[in-house]
């Protein structure tokens, strides 16, 4: 099997249940040329090089083929594009977006955010899981840990987060899948899929702005409320209208559909080794949910690969591979994260091990700006889920999955259980 071949098959829908071996005979070259000129990493020290790398810009403007597309697309849709949000900058844009959100957000300007949040995180969890069994907690019953659990939890939390009131979720969801999709490789070329991005990133925005207006200029004590509110900022210059809209839409996305395969993902692990599953039950250890999840972000990570979403301002020599300048990348993060060159064992599922560096939440500038929520958010559901569930046991191995490579998870887990305690 070629390399190239190897990648068309990671894209079909018929590998999405084990990617895996493929991304072994990926590694094998790190780094490959595509027929429409991009360029696939999949080795560890190669992203790893390529994420530090100022050269690697994350700003799809930049692209020559892209850039002569948005005049164009902008005027035959009649809509303004809206700017770009924090992940799609390089700095010193990217700086001043990532800074004046997280002065909002999390540690160390605002750790009491998240802190603030733990109770309740538990209690939402508590909620979902006592619906499992009806009133009494007895008689076996089937669950669906995606629609039932792991898909609600994320949304209740940024909704919250954002000040976005929770019932309309059937109002931003298929914007936020639209997204999803566009970041999806095989629903189109690179032009076509930013485009869908952008008119998604837009409607979205619109949305924000109607809940805004809607709230005739009261502001609570919500992230949104929070970057509105930001004039006192020093001397930065605070975010436009416009930028707040972006990237709110932006985090209500990143805020779920990533969590979501995270919760899932590890549901359907720690049902493949029920021994971790019981330690996880005994909860005699403290630090094993910390580490069942970062062993979960190697070896099962919702964010596969980051498609086309990086370019090239300079040739760039690596590996042995010049890629010019002009040129998308791929950076393949599942397949640097079980690279065995830099992780002994990768394809044993450990939550031992001694030294866990994986490329789950990605790395450099552009390093998840929301890990510090997500990883409580994955410990306390699975935590939870392990504790209560009785006697829980897999209907289908392979579950279904959903379409998507590169946010990979699980569109239904359903599992069996004996009641919950
Ligand atoms: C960036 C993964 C949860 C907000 C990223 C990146 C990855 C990632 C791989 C790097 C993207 C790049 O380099 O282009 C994940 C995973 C999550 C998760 C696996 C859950 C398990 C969240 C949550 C939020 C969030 C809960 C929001 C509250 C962001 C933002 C960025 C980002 C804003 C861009 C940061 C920047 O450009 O500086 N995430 N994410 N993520 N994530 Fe997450």
């Known amino acids: 099997m070629t390399e190239t071949s190897a990648w068309q098959q990671i894209l079909d829908h018929s590998h999405r249940a084990d990617p895996y071996p493929l991304y072994a005979e990926l590694r094998k070259t790190p780094v490959i040329r595509l027929e429409d000129g991009s360029y696939v990493v999949s080795t560890y020290r190669e992203i790893v090089a390529l994420l530090h790398d100022p050269r690697l810009s994350s700003d799809m403007r930049n692209v020559p083929e892209l850039a002569a597309d948005a005049p164009a697309q902008a005027a035959e849709e009649g809509t303004p594009t809206p700017p ?23 540690p160390p300007h605002r750790p009491d955010r998240i802190d603030s949040m733990i109770p309740h995180l538990f209690e939402i969890v508590t909620n979902e899981i006592d619906g499992f069994a009806g009133t009494d907690g007895s008689g076996t019953t089937r669950v669906d840990i995606v629609d039932d659990f792991a898909y609600p939890f994320p949304v209740t939390v940024i909704c919250q987060l954002l000040g976005v009131p929770r019932e309309d979720e059937p109002r931003f969801q298929a914007m936020s899948d639209a997204v999803v999709q566009s970041a999806d490789p095989t629903t189109g070329g ?5 485009r869908r991005r952008a008119r998604a990133i837009a409607d979205l925005g619109q949305y924000f702005a109607q809940l805004l207006d809607a709230r005739h200029g009261q502001r609570g004590d919500d992230l949104l409320s929070g970057l509105l509110g930001g004039d006192g900022d020093g001397d930065e210059e605070p975010m436009s209208p416009e930028e707040i809209l972006s990237n709110a839409a932006l985090l209500l996305v990143a805020g779920h559909e ?7 993902n590890g549901m359907l692990t720690l049902l493949r080794h029920p021994e971790v599953l019981d330690r996880l039950r005994r909860r005699d250890e403290p630090d094993l949910a910390a580490r069942v999840v970062e062993e979960l972000l190697r070896y099962e990570p919702p964010v596969q690969f980051l498609s086309n979403n990086r370019n090239t301002l300079d040739d760039i020599e690596i590996a042995g591979t010049t890629i010019p300048k002009g040129s998308p990348v791929t950076l393949v993060l599942a397949a640097g994260s079980r690279d065995p060159d830099f992780i002994p064992d990768p394809d044993r599922f450990d939550p031992d091990r001694e030294h866990n560096e994986h490329l789950g939440f990605g790395g450099g500038i552009h390093y998840c700006f929301g890990a510090p929520l997500a990883r409580p958010e994955a410990q306390i559901a699975l935590t939870e889920l392990a504790h209560r569930l009785k006697n829980p046991r897999l209907v289908a191995d392979p579950p279904p999955y959903r379409a998507s490579p590169s946010l990979r998870g699980p569109r239904h887990l359903l599992v069996e259980i004996d009641g919950v305690s």
């Open 190 to 194: 690179i032009a076509e899929r930013q």
């Open 84 to 106: 770009p949000t924090v992940i799609q900058t390089d700095p010193p844009e990217h700086d001043r977006l990532r800074r004046l959100l997280t002065r909002n957000f999390g």
């Open 258 to 264: 990533t969590t979501v395969n995270l919760i899932t």
